[in-house]
């Protein structure tokens, strides 16, 4: 069974880096089946995509977070990383890190999703 | 980028009722559409992808049609347990998500 847990600092202050990790069992971050993503969610409000890295190390991010944000992986721990800095109260939202299948090229969604980590921005 | 949109942006349903929500994108996506479900407090429940294929374990109560731009979630007969806010995104490009439709009493 394929699970997903995030982890990192709930409290940022504004113009820092905000900085989660997510850790991986019942599957590989070096798969080449999937991308690894970060979702993240403001209170209230619906999903924005992040951004996902792939087991080569490729990125893709959200144009509109994409001078901020880096997305990593760690093989060695089974994990990836976001990093999103200059953050403000806007970037205030639970973060879910999910894993974006395919099965044969044909891609099938987000079928495993971390229980979602709240991070505040806040001074 | 492609946009998706989402109507209605809620609803109010009964127990047995029939539930159909709307999601279009902004340019073609062929059946790249997925479906999520979400409750309070909870990480979304991928529910349909390509459009109309049934995730596994998820009721046949749900089902999902379309193609192109213009694409369906179908609840055929709705259960207390259905109550939550519901997801399209599509997988053409870049992973962007419906605003969402929520669906209660």
């Known amino acids: 069974q394929v699970q997903l847990q995030e982890s990192g600092p709930g409290l940022v202050k504004p113009s820092e880096t905000l900085s989660l990790t997510c850790s991986i069992s019942g599957a590989s971050v070096t798969s080449n089946t999937c991308y690894w993503s970060w979702i993240r969610q403001p209170p209230g409000k619906g999903l924005e995509w992040v951004g996902h890295?792939?087991?080569?190390?490729?990125?893709n991010y959200n144009p509109s977070l994409t001078s901020r944000v880096t997305i990593s992986l760690d093989t060695s721990k089974n994990q990836f990383s976001l990093k999103l800095n200059s953050v403000t109260a806007a970037d205030t939202a639970v973060y879910y890190c999910a894993r974006d299948m395919y099965v044969e090229t044909v891609p099938i969604g987000f079928d495993y999703w971390g229980q979602g980590k709240l991070v505040i921005v806040s001074s | 980028d492609i946009q998706m949109t989402q109507s209605p942006s809620s609803l109010s349903a009964s127990v047995g009722d029939r539930v159909t929500i709307t999601c279009r994108a902004s340019?073609?996506?062929?059946?790249?559409l997925n479906w999520y479900q979400q409750k309070p407090g909870k990480a979304p429940k991928l529910l349909i992808y390509g459009a109309s294929t049934l995730q596994s374990g998820v009721p046949s109560r749900f089902s999902g049609s379309g193609s192109g731009t213009d694409f369906t979630l179908t609840i055929s007969s709705l259960q207390p347990e259905d109550f939550a806010t519901y997801y399209c995104?599509?997988?053409?490009?870049?992973?962007?998500f419906g605003p969402g439709t929520t669906v209660d009493i």
């Open positions: 890295v792939y087991h080569s190390g490729s990125t």
């Open positions: 995104q599509q997988s053409y490009s870049s992973p962007f």
């Open positions: 340019q073609s996506i062929s059946d790249y």
